[in-house]
C-alpha cells in the first residue's frame, strides 16, 4: 500500500521543482532582458566606426532624437539621415564635446581609439545616461542583441557574446515563426485595451477576451484585425460562462516536445496547476508565472495524495471560481483515474473536459522506432495494468490473451509484479523465448531499455538495479524492430542489459 501524504502548494510555476526538492528559482541568466523606451528623447553616438550606421538607425528606429558626433564621417554614416523613417537624425562633423552628452538617455561610444571611448563612456556615465561602447563589451552597461521586429512587438537575443552566429540563426528562425501580420495585431490590442479595461472589470474577463483575440491572430496572422473583430470578441467573451472549470491534461511521458498544443493552451490558461510526480519539470515551465501549482504525487507503490483528497481539492478550486489543470504524466485516459475525477466534477456540477495526451506505451514505443502492430506479427494490441487497488498482481488478468503470441501486450507499472506477471503468462502458455523488454523513463534523456524475453527479463531487470517509472511490451512485434531501432536500443547511454 501507498504511504498517504497531503497535497502539497509549491511556488508558481518555474520556481520549484515538478518533484518538490525544495526552490530552484530561475535558471542563472547571463544578462537581465530589459526593453528601453526612446521615444522622443534624445541620444548621442560619437565616432564613425563600422557599426555606427546601424546603431544611429536603431536608435532613430526607436524613435530617439540621435545627435552624431563625427569628425570624418564614412559615406555611409552621412547616409543616413536620409534614410530613417522614425526618430530625427543630426549629424555634427566635429568631435563630441562633454558638453554634449548633457539630456541624452542613451550614449553609444562608436570611436576607433580606446581612449578616446573610454574618456566617452565616462562622460555619458557623469551625465546620468545609459552607455554602450561598440565592439567593447568591458565598457558598456548595457549591450545590443539579435532584434526580430514586429513592432510593437520585438523580441530580443543575447548569447552574450559567446556565440553571434547562434543568435543571428535563431532569429532568423523566430523571424519565420512569427507571421509579419502579428504587427497589426498587436496595434490593435493597444488600440483596444482601454476599452477592453473599461468594459471588463474581472481580471479574469480580461484575460479570457485576450485569449480569445490571441487565438484569432494564430488563426488569422495575415490579415489586419477590424472593428468587427473587436465587437465579436467582445461579445463572445460576454456571452461566456462563468465560474471555474476543470480540464484534465496528458503531460506525455516526460519529453516536452510531446505536448500536444491544446495542452499548452490548457497550461497557460491555468490559474491553478495540480500535477503529480511524474510530470516532467520543464513542462511546468509552459505555465503562466502567475498561476498556482500544487504537487498532489501519486507514484507507484511511493508516498502518495489520496484519491478523495485530490478530487475534494479540485472540486473545492473549480467552485471558487478557478481555471484548474490537473496535470498528468502519459495520457489521463490510460490508468490515471480520469474517470473517479471526472466523476467527482459531474457530482459537483463542475464543467469538466480532457486534453489527452501521448501515453507512455506510444512514446516509448517510438522511441525504439517499434511497431506495436506490426500486421505480420500482430493482430491485436493490447494495455494492461500491472498491479490492482492492493498493489498487487491483478486477479482477474485474462491470462490466455497475454499468452496469444499474436498479440503485443503492454503492461503499465509493472515493476512490483514483473517476475511473477511473467512467469504466470509462460505457465499459461505465452512461449519463454518471445520478446520482451522494460523501458524505463520513456522519451527522457535518462531514459533506459531492458530487453531480453518473458523468461529472463525479470532477472535482467533485477540485474540493471534501475529505478524511474516503467512501462513492460511483450510480443513478436518487438522481434521486427529494425536495425536502426535495435542499435538504437542497444546504445550504451540507452541499454542498461
Not at 504537487?295 to 472540486?315: E, F, W
Amino acid at each position: 500500500m501507498s504511504t498517504p501524504r497531503q497535497p502539497r502548494e509549491t511556488r508558481p510555476a518555474g520556481t520549484e521543482s515538478a518533484r518538490g526538492a525544495g526552490p530552484v528559482g530561475l535558471e542563472p541568466l547571463a544578462v537581465l532582458p530589459v526593453f528601453v523606451p526612446l521615444q522622443g528623447k534624445r541620444a548621442v553616438l560619437a565616432g564613425s566606426n563600422g557599426g555606427a550606421p546601424w546603431k544611429v538607425k536603431l536608435l532613430a528606429a526607436a524613435g530617439a532624437n540621435v545627435d552624431v558626433y563625427a569628425p570624418e564621417p564614412s559615406d555611409e554614416l552621412r547616409a543616413v539621415p536620409g534614410e530613417i523613417v522614425a526618430g530625427s537624425v543630426t549629424l555634427h562633423e566635429r568631435q563630441w564635446r562633454e558638453a554634449d552628452l548633457q539630456g541624452a538617455a542613451f550614449v553609444i561610444g562608436a570611436m576607433e581609439d580606446e581612449a578616446d571611448c573610454i574618456a566617452f563612456v565616462a562622460a555619458g556615465r557623469r551625465a546620468g545616461a545609459i552607455v554602450n561602447a561598440v565592439d567593447r563589451p568591458h565598457l558598456c552597461d548595457v549591450k545590443f542583441g539579435a532584434i526580430v521586429n514586429r513592432s510593437p512587438m520585438v523580441v530580443g537575443i543575447s548569447t552574450e557574446g559567446a556565440a553571434p552566429v547562434f543568435g543571428q540563426t535563431v532569429r532568423a528562425r523566430i523571424e519565420g515563426m512569427l507571421p509579419r501580420g502579428f504587427k497589426a495585431w498587436i496595434g490593435a490590442a493597444r488600440d483596444w485595451r482601454e476599452e477592453v479595461t473599461g468594459r471588463f472589470h474581472a481580471f479574469s474577463d480580461r484575460r479570457a477576451f485576450w485569449e480569445r483575440f490571441t487565438d484569432r491572430a494564430f488563426a488569422e496572422p495575415d490579415r489586419a484585425p477590424t472593428q468587427t473583430d473587436l465587437a465579436e470578441l467582445l461579445g463572445e467573451t460576454e456571452a461566456a460562462p462563468k465560474g471555474g472549470a476543470v480540464t484534465l491534461v496528458g503531460a506525455g511521458p516526460g519529453d516536452a516536445e510531446l505536448l500536444t498544443l491544446k495542452a499548452l493552451r490548457a497550461l497557460r490558461n491555468a490559474d491553478v496547476i495540480l500535477y503529480d510526480d511524474l510530470v516532467a519539470p520543464e513542462i511546468l515551465d509552459y505555465a503562466r508565472r502567475e498561476a498556482r501549482t500544487m504537487l498532489v504525487g501519486k507514484t507507484g507503490h511511493g508516498p502518495s495524495c489520496r484519491q478523495d483528497d485530490i478530487n475534494a481539492l479540485m472540486v473545492q478550486l473549480a467552485k471558487s471560481g478557478k481555471q484548474v489543470v490537473r496535470l498528468k504524466s502519459g495520457d489521463p485516459l490510460v490508468f490515471g483515474r480520469a474517470g473517479e475525477e471526472i466523476d467527482a466534477c459531474r457530482a459537483a456540477g463542475i464543467p469538466v473536459s480532457v486534453v489527452p495526451g501521448v501515453s507512455a506505451a506510444q512514446g516509448a514505443a517510438a522511441s525504439l522506432c517499434v511497431s506495436l502492430t506490426n500486421r505480420d506479427a500482430a493482430r491485436r494490441l493490447q494495455f494492461v495494468t500491472g498491479h490492482d487497488r492492493r498493489g498487487a498482481l491483478p486477479e482477474d488478468l485474462n491470462w490466455g490473451a497475454l499468452a496469444d503470441p499474436s498479440v503485443t501486450t503492454v503492461v503499465y507499472m509493472p515493476k512490483k509484479t514483473l517476475g511473477v506477471l511473467l512467469e504466470r503468462a509462460i505457465a499459461e502458455g505465452l512461449a519463454p523465448e518471445t520478446p520482451a523488454l522494460l523501458v524505463f523513463n520513456a522519451t527522457r534523456r535518462d531514459q533506459r531499455v531492458v530487453d531480453g524475453t518473458a523468461h529472463d527479463l525479470a532477472t535482467r531487470v533485477e540485474a540493471a538495479g534501475l529505478e524511474g517509472p516503467a512501462i513492460l511490451m511483450v510480443g513478436e512485434a518487438l522481434r521486427r524492430m529494425g536495425a536502426e531501432a535495435a542499435l538504437a536500443a542497444s546504445a550504451p547511454d540507452k541499454l542498461a542489459i
